[in-house]
C-alpha cells in the first residue's frame, strides 16, 4: 500500500533524535540546518542556501549558532512565534494554530510530492509558508492559503526578501475558489492534526473536489500521530481513518518527519499522502 520512509526523511528524523537529546536552549522553537550537503543528508547546496535564508529572513527566528548533531555541522535557528500564534487563534474557521514544521522537514516533504507525480503544492494553513516556499525550491508551482492577514504578510515579506516566489493567498479555505488557481496535478497539505483539523480538513476537501477537472487529479496530505490518545474518535490510519474513508481515498505513502510540536517527544509525525482513486492512476 505505501513506501516506507525514505532516506532523506530517515536521515532527518535520526538528525533530530540527537538534537532533542543534546540541544540545551530555552527559545521556544529552535531547529537544525545542516551547513553543508553530506552523504548522510544529500541536500543539493542551492537547495540547502534556500533553506537557510528562509531561516534568517524569517523575523520568527531572532537568533541562531552552529553546533554539531549526528556528527554534522549544523546552524540552530531559534525564535519565537507566539505573536503570530495568538494572532492565528482568532478566526472562527481557523481550526488549527500556527505551529509549524521543521524547514528540513518540509523541504522532504517538497521533495516527496514531487517523487508522487505531483506538479502543484497547495498548502492550506500555510502559516509562515514553509511548505509552499520548500515546493517552489524543490521545482513545484507553490500555493499557500492562510486565513490570518498577519502571517499572509509574513509570507509575502519572506518570498520578497529570498526572491523565491511562491503565492501566499490571504482567504478562508474553507470557503476558496479552488477553480481559480488552475490546477493540474496538485497535493493539498491539510494544516490540522487529526480530530483539531477534521472540520477544516472536511470542508476544504468537499469544495475541491467538487472541481470536476480537481476531482479525478488531486491529491490530500494530512499531518498524522503515531501517538493517539486512548480515547481518540479515530484510532485508524494514523488518526485520518474517517475522512480517507468518506472521501474514497487511497493511502500512497507516509513520510515520517520532525515538527515543532514533537520536538521533545520520541516519537515524529506522520505526513500521510493520499489520492482519489482515479487521480492515482493518472498519476
Given at each position: 500500500m505505501m513506501a516506507n520512509n525514505d532516506a532523506l526523511a530517515e536521515s532527518i528524523v535520526r538528525l533530530k533524535a540527537d538534537f532533542a537529546l543534546n540541544f540545551k536552549g530555552t527559545s521556544p522553537i529552535h531547529e537544525a540546518i545542516p551547513l553543508d550537503t553530506s552523504e548522510f543528508l544529500p541536500?543539493?547546496?542551492?537547495?540547502?542556501?534556500?533553506?537557510?535564508?528562509?531561516?534568517?529572513?524569517?523575523?520568527?527566528?531572532?537568533?541562531w549558532h552552529d553546533s554539531k548533531f549526528f556528527g554534522v555541522p549544523c546552524r540552530v535557528y531559534e525564535g519565537d512565534i507566539n505573536e503570530y500564534w495568538l494572532g492565528s487563534i482568532k478566526?472562527?474557521?481557523?481550526?488549527?494554530?500556527?505551529?509549524?514544521?521543521?524547514?528540513?522537514?518540509?523541504?522532504a516533504l517538497a521533495l516527496a510530492s514531487k517523487r508522487l507525480g505531483f506538479g502543484q503544492v497547495v498548502d492550506i494553513g500555510s502559516g509562515d509558508g514553509r511548505i509552499a516556499y520548500c515546493a517552489r525550491v524543490a521545482g513545484l508551482q507553490a500555493h499557500g492559503i492562510e486565513i490570518d492577514d498577519n502571517l499572509v504578510m509574513l509570507q509575502e515579506q519572506i518570498a520578497s526578501a529570498t526572491g523565491v516566489d511562491f503565492c501566499a493567498r490571504g482567504?478562508?479555505?474553507?470557503?476558496?475558489?479552488?477553480?481559480?488557481?488552475?490546477?493540474v496535478r496538485p497535493v493539498f497539505f491539510i494544516s490540522g492534526l487529526p480530530?483539531?483539523?477534521?472540520?477544516?480538513?472536511?470542508?476544504?476537501?468537499?469544495?475541491?473536489?467538487?472541481?470536476?477537472?480537481?476531482?479525478?487529479?488531486?491529491?490530500?496530505?494530512?499531518?498524522g500521530s503515531h501517538s493517539l490518545r486512548k480515547y481518540a474518535?479515530?484510532?485508524?490510519?494514523?488518526?485520518?481513518?474517517?475522512?480517507?474513508?468518506?472521501?474514497?481515498?487511497?493511502?500512497?505513502?507516509?513520510?515520517?518527519?520532525p515538527t515543532h510540536w514533537t520536538a521533545e517527544q520520541a516519537h515524529d509525525t506522520p505526513y500521510v499522502f493520499t489520492f482519489t482513486t482515479t487521480a492515482r492512476t493518472a498519476l
Open positions: 541536500i543539493e547546496k542551492s537547495a540547502l542556501a534556500a533553506l537557510h535564508d528562509f531561516a534568517k529572513n524569517n523575523p520568527i527566528y531572532y537568533k478566526h472562527d474557521s481557523g481550526y488549527q494554530p500556527f505551529y509549524p514544521t521543521w524547514i528540513l522537514s518540509a523541504y482567504a478562508d479555505a474553507t470557503k476558496f475558489d479552488y477553480h481559480s488557481l488552475g490546477l480530530e483539531m483539523g477534521e472540520m477544516l480538513a472536511n470542508s476544504a476537501i468537499a469544495r475541491i473536489l467538487a472541481v470536476p477537472e480537481l476531482k479525478h487529479a488531486a491529491g490530500f496530505a494530512f499531518m474518535r479515530d484510532l485508524s490510519k494514523w488518526g485520518w481513518g474517517k475522512v480517507i474513508s468518506d472521501y474514497g481515498l487511497q493511502v500512497a505513502e507516509v513520510v515520517t518527519l
